[in-house]
């Protein structure tokens, strides 16, 4: 069974999860785009605000005494100016401004990996700075891990029942709160793969082993948006992360807030900003197959700042990155596929904290020695994702590889 759960009386445009839907006579998907200079939570509500008046304003989507949850990035036990997780500023203006409407307000996630055999998101909740926000601002934690689960039946079918985190069902709505980041093994990330963390604790790990592929991954991610019905998704783009995302890459100021109603709609403009296309994006493909929004950027309206994407200079996309419009290269890339990206723990940055040894899908890495077995590894990168320390590092054994590589990307992007 796939929870259908009724949208709040008081909401009177029809959310769907693909978009807004007809009355208010709304753009089907609308992608609103502000510039932000910082984290000065007065100057982020200013522009959440005007935003927000561009596709109809807060009172369309909320109103007194509903529970409203902030589904934020909290990937792992990550400072914000580290740009891993959705900063703690944005959330507090997020907060303020739901308090205004007259709202009770959750923030809510679980963070991937496992420390000795413990999810980390409650150091996660600390580390990020969104504990101390939510006590300061008077919102309620809500750690996934914590909260019990709800059963759903997966409208794709590839597992017989997934449990989900239960505040996304229990919250009257819920706003998606993405960080604008690349990702080592899927390319970028954002509004559309940030509902993975609805899946508690330890779990994640087991969805890594049943779809080592992205884009398997993306058929499981788009079973969560089919189950959950997230009404607003807003970026936090202000600072982004580049280079091998989504927490060892570095800190890229972009200086962007985008809201949407859809996620799909709202990476794809995205993904425009960083000069990538939805194709080079393997959950996006995904999202694209089983409708979770518009894909063509022709069809989505931008609004705001902008009327269309604006292109982030020198943005640096993963090393994993070949676009789709090097088709008339398919020689290379077939090289560059069979002579790609490994993960290899550098020992001397190594702690031994295990968090990789323990969070492999397949147990590909030995505790002691810290090798990986590469017949065994799926390629994940979870191992990549989630050290705390940098000290997984994605490496091409091949030198020549390397550097044909590196000479092919100045080349043709
Ligand atoms: S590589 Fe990173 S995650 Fe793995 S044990 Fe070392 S410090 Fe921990
Ligand atoms: S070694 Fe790393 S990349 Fe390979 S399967 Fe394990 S976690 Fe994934």
Redo the contacts with the bound molecule.
Sequence with gaps: MILDREQPEQVEIDITFTGLKGRGGLALSRVIIKNCTGYDPDEIKRHLDAGMELIGGWERFVSPGMQVLLKVNLIGPKRPETAAVTHPEFVRALTRILKEQGCTVWIGDSSGGSIAGIAPTAQSLVVSGLARVAKEEGAVIKNFDKEGVVEVTPASGRVSRMYLARPMFDADFVINLPKLKTHSAGIYTGAVKNLFGCIPGLRKAEYYRLAPDPKDLGQTIADIHQAVKVGLHIMDGITAMQGEGPTAGDVYHAGKILISTDPLALDTVAAAMLGMEVDDIPILVSARERQLGESDLAKIEVAGDFDAPILLPDFKLPKRFRSSRKSNHAVLVKLIDFLKTRPR?KRKL????????ESCPVQAIDRES?RIDYASCIECMC?HE????N??ELKRDNLIADIFTRLYRGTYR
């Design positions: 723990i190594c702690k031994d904290c295990n968090m990789c040894v810290k191992c989630l050290c705390l320390h000290a997984v």
